[in-house]
């Protein structure tokens, strides 16, 4: 039962990710060409590589980035406390993600994001390894059953189950009556306003309002009161 979960020791989080470079002709060749083998099936011939660089560059860990870690925690006063790591250098970025997680308070620590099982917990260790550093200890899998995961994904609680499901975060909101966090930007938009706007501090205003309604929807899911952001 999500109830007996102890919700002081859930950390919320959300990232946002976009290609390593802002034009393909950045790209080395070598890694032009294993893009190029690793879509070939996903773009069949809607789109070139460069295009489909374009689009896609930021879904994938060997190609893309992180430029935003966003996480909360709930106070005791029903309120949450959401901090941001972002940055250009995204090793500087994971270097102070990282060492959250020396704190006496988040050692045994569960993680909570949507659709997180897929893409943000894989996505961060991955990225840890590839800037040559261990990966914090809750994305740390080797060896561990799967009831020992301290993990859980929004998306995969609402599947109960039915596998072929999928659901975006903004319909969970939707339905649960929840303030949507797409009233500015949505996360097809983070890789053109990150370089061609270059306005990493709106992106990183997204990445939180995505924390606090993850952290809502869990507690619709728990039948608890909505959260306020603490100031």
């Not at 090793?91 to 949507?114: M, S, T, Y």
């Not at 949505?186 to 205003?205: C, H, N, P, T, W």
Request: hydrophobic letters at 40%; aromatic letters at 12%.
């Amino acid at each position: 039962m999500l109830q007996t979960i102890p919700i002081e020791k859930v950390l919320f989080l959300d990232i946002e990710t976009v290609p390593q470079v802002g034009n393909w002709q950045h790209l080395d060749e070598p890694t032009q060409n294993l893009w190029d083998k690793k879509t070939r099936l996903q773009r069949k011939d809607d789109f070139t590589a460069e295009e489909f660089y374009k689009e896609r560059g930021g879904i994938m860990a060997e190609f893309g980035k992180i430029i935003c870690i966003s996480v909360g925690i709930i106070e005791k006063s029903e309120k949450i406390i959401i901090k941001s790591f972002y940055g250009d250098d995204e090793k500087q970025l994971l270097e102070e993600f990282g060492e959250i997680f020396n704190r006496p308070k988040l050692r045994d620590v569960i993680l909570c994001a949507h659709n997180g099982k897929e893409f943000d917990f894989p996505w961060i260790a991955r990225r840890f390894l590839i800037n040559g550093m261990h990966p914090p200890k809750p994305f740390q899998l080797f060896g561990k059953k799967p009831w020992e995961i301290q993990h859980l994904d929004t998306m995969e609680l609402w599947k109960f189950g039915d596998y072929k499901s999928y659901v975006s975060l903004e319909l969970l909101a939707h339905v649960f009556g929840i303030p949507t966090p797409k009233d500015d930007i949505d996360g097809s938009m983070v890789a053109s306003i990150y370089y061609i706007e270059k306005d990493l501090f709106r992106i990183v205003q997204y990445c939180e309002k995505d924390v606090l309604t993850l952290a809502n929807v869990f507690r619709r899911m728990r039948q608890e009161n909505l959260l306020q952001k603490s100031d």
